[in-house]
């Protein structure tokens, strides 16, 4: 059965690309972009049709059921975005514009001057190992990531064993509050592929290569009016230095939610761009579409719109006349609705105002992560403006290359002109810490900075001077100018909407999505082109970036330890097995290594079909606890700020932690290793089974 699925799964994706063909332009990278929007928008229109009728874990529905979606909302589309001439042809063959692009690819590296084939080549290379190896990891290793473990997949497999997406009170906060869109399309993936727990990870990893497009494609629209072999160059590096940022690269084979909202905003983007060129409405339409899709991923795209407003300016209202831009206005404000009607609506919002009053959440989880941490009005603008400057000095680190000692070393010692100016200036960035997660540090630990790294030496080295180069003046860029306030805006928003936290370096891809275009006045602008004669200094400068950049990424990958390809002792002294011969508890739990003796000790005492309840905290891990098949049925007695609920009858375990229920004789003490609590950010509890039956 599992392999007719899979046939139905790769049917699925020809037949998007085969719609794509009939609503996009003959453009290779716009019939991907547009492929993976149609894709996405049909699957979460689908999961939230099947919830309705409790029919989410059904794969013979969703099987079908994707195909219904993705004809109504491909005519639809079809009959708003056709072109004018109904007489014109529509549909291209794929297969041989790729052919053709492949010897325009040809031509343009052919011709490449020694200097700039050494560059891409380099490039190319890095990103081929790391694609490779990224690739194994997704299909080989488990998901383990903190928010997963405790939310994102937990409320997945709820889902799927309750049959529906309905609101139902989970013991983390995350599982009920956070929009839903996302977990119909790991769903899909999962059932469709056989329950394969890996799948989770198809529809971020697909994110990764969306967003690299989208930044080859953006770039081409902005270098539209210059000669092919110059705008080939800026849009590919741009696009292949995007690929090995550290914060962004590192997402592409997990779990977390932030790479999937940089998709949809580079796809959003894309389309305002290429509006901007075309004059063409269908970009309108597939921009708002894109909005919508995005906005219902996750709350934090509002934190963006002061940004995608600034590119709206630039690609959609700046005109002739105010009938021309009154006209585009409205339709793209038309799009804009539907969209939100369609993607962000039924996504979850309006159930968080009816149960908690507020879209987000709690006014816990609030009070923990936003604005209202800060207290006053004048306290969020001063330590704001702190956090600013945090994350400023955040990103000034060699992000994957101090991964080893001697570029820990190196990089403390680079840093220290920062850390005296600091001092100079009394900014006590390390000493306030009411509006902090984690205190900031000029040294920030290995955990912090393995996992959730920043823009590396791309960032530092190239991005941020040449944003500076434009906001001063001395380079002189229209479309940067728009991207450099867009960049701006978005980081000053990250700085005073939620207290500093050492592990934001993940929410920063969206805002590197703006900064990564820059790359492409090293080859667009005659101030900054490598491509003229001479200029040695400034050559060599951009290729030890380059090469920096592409050690970085390689460190990034295979010294990553959440995901480690072979096995390494770190710098703080833990020895950790390659993620491909771990077993699966100890990878699971690689995050809270003080718990794996607990959850190991389950996994052999409790029936993979059993059904157990949770008497579990908002932190701890429940995601292990459906066990290597994920067939376990859990039911969380413990509900967020619901209080203690009684044990249902059909349960044959209670797994429990010591704070939530007093062990009483009998229990089997599961325990929690004390001696790793050193290294664990936020320790496990003291955990208990018993059995029922």
Request: charged share 15%.
């Amino acid at each position: 059965m599992t392999v007719l699925f899979l046939a139905s799964f790769f049917l699925y994706i020809i037949y998007l690309g085969r719609l794509a063909t009939k609503l996009c332009r003959e453009s290779l990278t716009e019939w991907f972009l547009t492929t993976f929007l149609l894709g996405a928008g049909s699957t979460i229109l689908t999961g939230f049709i099947l919830s309705a009728f409790y029919l989410t874990a059904n794969t013979f529905a969703w099987a079908g059921a994707v195909f219904v979606t993705a004809t109504i909302l491909g005519f639809l589309l079809n009959r708003l975005i056709a072109p004018r001439n109904r007489a014109e042809p529509q549909g291209f063959s794929v297969l041989a514009l790729f052919q053709q692009r492949w010897q325009t690819f040809g031509d343009w590296f052919s011709g490449l001057s020694t200097y700039t084939k050494f560059l891409f080549s380099i490039l190319f290379a890095t990103l081929s190992v790391i694609a490779i190896t990224n690739l194994l990891l997704v299909f080989f290793t488990v998901p383990n990531e903190w928010d997963s473990m405790t939310g994102h997949l937990n409320r997945v497999m709820q889902y799927v064993q309750r049959g529906t997406m309905r609101h139902f009170g989970g013991t983390n906060w995350n599982i009920d509050t956070y929009p839903k869109s996302v977990c119909t399309l790991q769903i899909y993936s999962f059932l469709i592929t056989g329950r394969f727990e890996n799948g989770f990870k198809f529809i971020h990893h697909l994110s990764y290569w969306t967003a690299i497009v989208a930044v080859f494609g953006i770039v081409r629209r902005i270098a539209a009016n210059r000669p092919e072999r110059t705008s080939l160059s800026a849009s590919f590096f741009c696009a292949l230095a995007y690929a090995l940022l550290p914060d962004f690269l590192m997402q592409s084979i997990t779990t977390e939610t932030d790479i999937v909202l940089t998709a949809y905003l580079s796809v959003l983007l894309y389309m305002l761009f290429t509006y901007r060129q075309t004059q063409d409405n269908r970009y309108l339409w597939l921009a708002g579409m894109a909005f919508g899709i995005a906005f219902g991923h996750k709350i934090t795209f509002a934190l963006l719109l002061p940004s995608v407003f600034v590119i709206m300016i630039h690609t959609v209202f700046l005109s002739p006349s105010w009938v021309t831009t009154f006209a585009r206005t409205w339709r793209l404000a038309a799009a804009i609705v539907v969209g939100v009607c369609l993607w962000t609506l039924p996504t979850g919002y309006l159930k968080n105002i009816e149960v908690f009053g507020h879209p987000i959440g709690p006014p816990t989880a609030l009070k923990h992560q936003s604005v209202e941490r800060a207290g006053s009005f004048r306290n969020l603008m001063e330590q704001g403006s702190r956090n600013v400057v945090r994350y400023g000095y955040d990103h000034v680190n060699l992000d994957g290359i101090r991964n080893l000692k001697v570029g820990a070393d190196l990089n403390h010692i680079m840093r220290q002109p920062l850390v005296v100016l600091e001092d100079k200036l009394h900014m006590r960035l390390d000493e306030e810490t009411d509006f902090s997660i984690q205190p900031f540090s000029f040294d920030r630990r290995f955990i912090f900075y393995n996992a959730n790294p920043y823009w590396g030496v791309f960032g530092f080295g190239l991005i941020f001077p040449l944003l500076l180069l434009v906001l001063v003046g001395y380079v002189r860029s229209t479309a940067h100018i728009f991207l450099g306030i867009a960049l701006l805006l978005h980081f000053v928003a990250l700085s005073y909407s939620a207290p500093y936290d050492p592990f934001k370096g993940r929410y920063f891809i969206e805002t590197g999505l703006f900064g990564a275009t820059f790359l492409a006045l090293i080859f667009l602008h005659p101030r900054t082109t490598v491509e003229s004669p001479g200029r040695s200094i400034w050559k060599s400068y951009v290729g030890l970036v380059t090469v920096l950049g592409c050690v970085s990424a390689l460190l990034c990958v295979f010294l990553n330890t959440r995901a480690l390809p072979f096995a390494w002792t770190t710098p703080d002294g833990r020895h950790i097995l390659s993620a491909f011969e771990s077993d699966r508890v100890r990878q699971i739990t690689l995050g809270r290594p003080d718990t794996y003796v607990a959850y190991k000790r389950f996994d052999e005492l409790v029936p993979e079909n059993a059904t157990v309840a949770l008497g579990t905290i908002n932190d701890d891990y429940e995601y292990p606890l459906y066990g290597p098949h994920l067939s376990r049925r859990l039911i969380a007695i413990n509900p967020f700020e619901q209080g203690l609920k009684p044990i249902p009858a059909n349960a044959d375990y209670l797994f429990f932690a010591k704070s939530v229920i007093a062990p009483r004789p009998g229990d089997i003490r599961l325990g929690t290793d004390t001696t790793l609590r050193e290294g664990v950010v936020v320790p496990g509890e003291d955990y208990y089974l018993r059995k029922l039956h």
